[in-house]
Every structure is written in C-alpha cells, then in structure tokens.
Nanobody
C-alpha cells in the first residue's frame, strides 16, 4: 500500500511563505498520475487547493490561491511540493496530499474523484 507523509507546515504571519512537502513510499510517484493538495479548516468542508499531472505539464489551482501557490513534483525523488507565498489568515487549515493512479481531470478538486491515497496532514497557521 502506498503511504504519503507531509511535512513543512508551521505558523507564519500574513504575507509570509511556507513550502509543504509530501513523500511517497511503497510505490513511486511515477506510478501515481494525479497528485493533489487539499485543505480543511475547522468547521469547513475539505477543499481542493491544487493538482498536477504525471509529467508536471498541467497544473490546477483553486481560484483563491492562483498567483500565490505553486504545485510541483519530482518523480525521481518521489516528492510533491506546494510553495505557498503571500499567505493569508484564510489559508489556515490542515493540508493533505493525495494521489490516484488515474490522471487529473475536471473533477480534480473533488476529494471523492478517485484519490486513493492520503497523507496524515500538516498544519498551516497564518496569523494577522
């Protein structure tokens, strides 16, 4: 079974930056076509933040993070990254990485859209 482990979360002031990472074991990212980042704040539904295709050629972003967040992957190192710049208090959430064997598509932001593997989450807290 594939295991995903996030790291890099923490606390930062508004306007600051963080990079969260996701490492895979069991299978390499080369066999996981679509990789995504999701987040969930207390009392709110889990939402898709970003996703990336197998070769990294196509990326998807929620409107709320476009221009601020960048998703990337390094298949050779079995790593997925999310660079978060100009963070806002509303970005505060538990961030999860997720993966599925199939490719991304129109439903990339739906957590039920074939994402078979999930990490435990890493907390990102942005203060004013």
């Amino acid at each position: 079974q594939v295991q995903l482990v996030e790291s890099g979360g923490g606390s930062v002031q508004a306007g600051g930056s963080l990079r969260v990472s996701c490492a895979a074991s069991g299978y390499t990212y080369n066999t996981l076509y679509c990789l995504g980042w999701f987040r969930q704040a207390p009392g709110r539904e889990r939402e898709g933040v970003a996703a990336i295709t197998h070769g990294g050629g196509i990326t998807y972003y929620a409107d709320s993070v476009k221009g601020r967040f960048t998703i990337s992957r390094d298949n050779a190192k079995n790593m997925l990254y999310l660079q978060m710049n100009n963070l806002k208090p509303e970005d505060t959430a538990l961030y999860y990485c997720a993966a599925k064997v199939g490719e991304c598509g129109a439903g990339w932001s739906d957590s039920a859209y074939g994402y078979r593997y999930w990490g435990q989450g890493t907390q990102v807290t942005v203060s004013s």
